[in-house]
């Protein structure tokens, strides 16, 4: 199974690095972030394709859904899954409905909220290499 490519986007450098570290120890070796959606965006142009992209629900100059449809324009393969700070459920159909993959709230407890994603990014990982 090819290792996948990770790209993490969030304003916040703990939030960011924190995603990072968690996401090497977990074996998820091909990393790349991003302080912003443009800068992500930008790379994504100069054709990095990412199998997952990571991201702040607001990454920036963009708003999650303009950020969204933007990645799926140039990449349109790639899995998007918003890790966010709050808990909307309406906000979570609304981007599942426009192509997101998942919307995970990041929690008080930054511990939980990275453990269920780095369970997600496993299965959707093993999901993508049985297709």
Known sequence: MKTPVVVVVDRNTIHRNLINYNLVLNN???????????EC????????VPDFIISDLNPGDHSGFEFLE??????????????????????AIQLHNAGATDYIPKSNKPDIGISELIKNLRYLSREKAMS
Request: aromatic fraction near 18%; charge should be positive; avoid cysteine.
């Open 41 to 48: 965006l930008y790379r994504l142009k100069k054709n990095l």
């Open 70 to 91: 933007q990645v799926r324009k140039i990449t349109p393969g790639t899995r998007v899954i918003f890790f966010a700070a709050f808990n909307d459920p309406e906000t």
């Open 28 to 38: 998820f070796l091909n990393v790349y972030t991003f302080l912003s959606g443009e």
